[in-house]
């Protein structure tokens, strides 16, 4: 066999050099690690401070919102108890018809009883307690005298049930048909029919003062004359002395119109006595007022023929039939002013939200119909008002001159 020693030769070299490759290898590696560049690390990278947190937020209590009261609050002042109970409960029923005709959910009546033991004052400073927008009443100008204190210190406006114009101030308006509303509408009628020469027979009281005074007013502006003014006892029965005093003055001088401010028997009684000691009431045209809206008035022969002003009797008896197929009974005269002082009050709310009871809005010049005609009310706190003038007839009355439906017809 033949063997080949090259071939041994040759593979058992490498075996010899591979510890010593692998130390070249070895130290080549460190020499290499010895000459590298040193690279120093870079410095850690702050992190910024957490934010602290935030503080707890506290909650404040909540204050509960009250809700806005849009409710209209209108104070009515009535003799609820005592002697003028009744009239004050039909009153109370006229202005509850006046509610129910043209009032709101948001309308509210607050009434309080003018006779309570504190006084129609206190009756006022309860309503106003309950923060009342407007006060209605109260009937009688004594009472407006005292419930008008607290009233104006408030500044709370006042519309009275009241006929006493002594009582009319700035934002305290008199609703009542004054006795000089209707003696001016009378005269200034009479006036129109030629009547120049007036007289008057009037009670000697503070009443017949008012109407005196108010007659003169009325006759100089229609650019007539006073002939002669007599005063009588209104106590006394016996009527005689005045009559007989007027008729001397008729004899003397004469006159066209004579004016009696009085109503009922004592009414009659006069006109009775006139003929019988020769004053003609055929010639002399005898004037009066409301006092003498009585059907027995309309049953004396000698009232024929005569004049006296009072509110539109055909909004009246509209008025007072509705009331009375309400109530079962017919209205006091007064009912009429009670509705209409309601339902003024629900037309001023009506204005904007809220109400407008201002003075400029309240005397608006336009004024206000109601079932006693049109009105409006002055600064002063007086009302103009529009009257019909009716003649007496046999058994009845007869509108001789209508009410005027608006203020222009009153001024021309």
Same mark, same amino acid.
């Given at each position: 066999?033949?063997?080949?020693?090259?071939?041994?030769?040759?593979?058992?070299?490498?075996?010899?050099l591979?510890?010593?490759?692998?130390g070249?290898?070895?130290?080549?590696?460190?020499?290499?690690?010895?000459?590298? &560049?040193?690279?120093?690390?870079?410095?850690?990278?702050?992190?910024?401070?957490?934010?602290?947190?935030?503080?707890?937020?506290?909650?404040?209590p909540?204050?509960p919102?009250?809700?806005?009261?849009?409710?209209i609050?209108?104070?009515?002042?009535?003799?609820?108890?005592?002697?003028?109970?009744?009239?004050?409960?039909?009153?109370?029923?006229?202005?509850?018809?006046?509610?129910?005709?043209?009032?709101?959910?948001?309308?509210?009546?607050?009434?309080?009883d003018?006779?309570?033991?504190?006084?129609?004052?206190?009756?006022?400073?309860?309503?106003?307690?309950?923060?009342?927008?407007?006060?209605?009443?109260?009937?009688?100008?004594?009472?407006?005298?005292?419930?008008?204190?607290?009233?104006?210190?408030?500044?709370?406006?006042?519309?009275?049930?009241?006929?006493?114009?002594?009582?009319?101030?700035?934002?305290?308006?008199?609703l009542?048909?004054?006795?000089?509303?209707?003696?001016?509408?009378?005269?200034?009628?009479?006036?129109?029919?030629?009547?120049?020469?007036?007289?008057?027979?009037?009670p000697?009281?503070?009443?017949?003062?008012?109407?005196?005074?108010?007659?003169q007013e009325?006759?100089?502006?229609? *650019?007539?004359?006073i002939?002669?003014?007599?005063?009588?006892?209104?106590?006394?029965?016996?009527?005689?002395?005045?009559?007989?005093?007027?008729?001397?003055?008729?004899?003397?001088?004469?006159?066209?119109?004579?004016?009696?401010?009085?109503?009922?028997?004592?009414?009659?009684?006069?006109?009775?006595?006139? &003929?019988?000691?020769?004053?003609?009431t055929?010639l002399?045209?005898?004037?009066?007022?409301?006092?003498?809206?009585?059907p027995?008035?309309?049953?004396?022969?000698?009232?024929?023929?005569?004049? /006296?002003?009072?509110?539109?009797?055909?909004?009246?008896q509209?008025?007072a039939?509705?009331?009375?197929?309400l109530?079962?009974?017919?209205?006091?005269?007064?009912?009429?002013?009670?509705?209409?002082?309601?339902?003024?009050?629900?037309?001023?709310?009506?204005?904007?939200?809220?109400?407008?009871?201002?003075?400029?809005r309240?005397?608006?010049?336009?004024?206000?119909? *109601?079932?006693?005609?049109?009105?409006?009310?002055?600064?002063?706190?007086?009302a103009?008002?529009?009257?019909?003038?009716?003649?007496?007839?046999?058994?009845? /009355?007869?509108?001789?001159?209508?009410?005027?439906?608006? /203020?222009a017809?009153?001024?021309?």
């Amino acid at each position: 066999m033949i063997v080949s020693t090259r071939g041994d030769k040759c593979h058992s070299r490498p075996r010899r050099l591979l510890p010593a490759l692998a130390g070249v290898a070895l130290s080549s590696l460190m020499l290499l690690a010895a000459c590298a &560049p040193t690279v120093t690390p870079p410095p850690p990278v702050s992190q910024p401070a957490p934010a602290p947190a935030p503080a707890p937020v506290v909650q404040a209590p909540s204050t509960p919102v009250e809700p806005i009261d849009t409710d209209i609050k209108v104070g009515l002042l009535l003799p609820l108890s005592g002697p003028q109970a009744s009239l004050g409960r039909s009153m109370l029923q006229a202005a509850e018809m006046g509610l129910f005709d043209v009032g709101s959910e948001n309308f509210k009546l607050v009434p309080r009883d003018s006779a309570t033991s504190g006084g129609p004052a206190a009756a006022a400073r309860d309503a106003l307690a309950d923060k009342v927008d407007v006060i209605l009443g109260p009937l009688f100008g004594a009472e407006l005298k005292q419930a008008a204190i607290p009233a104006m210190a408030a500044r709370v406006p006042m519309v009275s049930f009241s006929n006493d114009n002594s009582q009319a101030q700035p934002g305290v308006y008199i609703l009542g048909v004054t006795p000089e509303s209707q003696i001016s509408r009378v005269v200034a009628y009479a006036a129109s029919q030629q009547v120049k020469r007036f007289a008057i027979m009037t009670p000697n009281s503070p009443f017949g003062r008012i109407v005196l005074s108010a007659y003169q007013e009325a006759v100089v502006k229609v *650019g007539g004359t006073i002939s002669q003014v007599v005063f009588y006892d209104p106590k006394s029965p016996d009527l005689t002395l005045p009559v007989r005093e007027m008729a001397d003055a008729y004899k003397r001088s004469g006159f066209d119109a004579l004016m009696i401010p009085e109503g009922g028997q004592k009414l009659r009684a006069f006109a009775a006595m006139l &003929p019988a000691f020769e004053i003609p009431t055929g010639l002399v045209r005898l004037l009066g007022t409301s006092q003498w809206q009585d059907p027995a008035t309309a049953a004396e022969g000698a009232l024929v023929g005569c004049w /006296f002003a009072t509110p539109a009797p055909e909004r009246w008896q509209a008025f007072a039939q509705r009331y009375a197929a309400l109530y079962g009974t017919p209205p006091d005269p007064r009912a009429g002013i009670v509705y209409d002082a309601v339902t003024l009050a629900v037309a001023l709310a009506q204005t904007r939200e809220g109400g407008d009871f201002s003075t400029t809005r309240m005397t608006n010049p336009s004024g206000f119909a *109601g079932v006693t005609g049109v009105f409006r009310l002055g600064a002063d706190g007086k009302a103009e008002r529009g009257l019909a003038v009716m003649e007496v007839a046999p058994g009845t /009355f007869t509108v001789k001159d209508p009410a005027p439906t608006t /203020f222009a017809a009153v001024i021309n």
